[in-house]
């Protein structure tokens, strides 16, 4: 009996679920996205503050309760991803994950890590995707604010956002003479996120459509909407 030359002739099932990878796998995933980190009441980081203060407020009022995030294997893999491109490429650079720290006055500070820092000065921030459609309208807004407040805080010459994904790069350099102002809404995101956590109650919701609707927490904020 002749074989047949479709590749389909050959195949007994299809999967494009992670969960189907081996269990070895799904245990190395798992255990390098597993974090011990707490947050500190007066230190906010600079990520809480380019989303949405919600889900920020959220995540740390149930941290205050003792209540873990759970983390499905699809999240983790964005994570993942992450992880494995930082763990090739920042220690390339004798500058990587540079900590940095700005007190905003009457007010907490806010912290971040600087992926690397090139010898000419270049500041860079390493953004992983799926492919290139993720940022067909150009760069995500947080990641630019994220880049330009590092820069401020560096007085970096240069700030370059790179997104790669298997397929490839793309590079975008930011103009940091915008930096400042950047900076600016960050302080003021941050003073709104801290008295809010100071005072119990929610901040107002950030009404992105896409981020609301893969929400962990949309249930409790439309409830907290409520008059």
């Not at 494009?16 to 906010?44: G, Q, V, W």
């Amino acid at each position: 009996m002749p074989v047949s030359a479709d590749p389909s002739y050959f195949i007994l099932s299809e999967s494009t679920s992670l969960d189907d990878l081996p269990d070895k796998i799904k245990e190395h995933i798992i255990a390098a996205t597993n974090s011990d980190y707490t947050h500190r009441d007066n230190s906010l980081h600079v990520t809480e503050l380019v989303y949405c203060l919600r889900k920020a407020y959220y995540r740390r009022m149930a941290e205050k309760e003792g209540e873990k995030e759970e983390k499905g294997i699809k999240q983790r893999w964005y994570l993942y991803r992450g992880i494995v491109f930082d763990e090739a490429w920042t220690g390339l650079f004798a500058r990587n994950q540079v900590r940095v720290t700005h007190r905003v006055r009457n007010g907490p500070t806010i912290v971040g890590r600087i992926d690397f820092i090139d010898d000419d000065g270049t500041l860079y921030e390493l953004k992983t995707i799926s492919n290139d459609y993720a940022i067909r309208d150009g760069p995500k807004p947080a990641h630019v604010k994220q880049a330009l407040f590092y820069a401020w805080i560096e007085q970096a010459p240069r700030a370059k956002l790179v997104y790669v994904h298997l397929g490839g790069v793309h590079i975008f350099e930011l103009d940091t003479r915008l930096a400042e102002q950047v900076v600016e809404g960050i302080e003021q995101k941050a003073v709104e996120l801290w008295r809010a956590l100071k005072e119990g109650r929610p901040p107002g919701p950030h009404n992105e459509p896409w981020e609301c609707k893969y929400c962990e927490f949309k249930e409790i904020c439309m409830i907290d909407d409520l008059p």
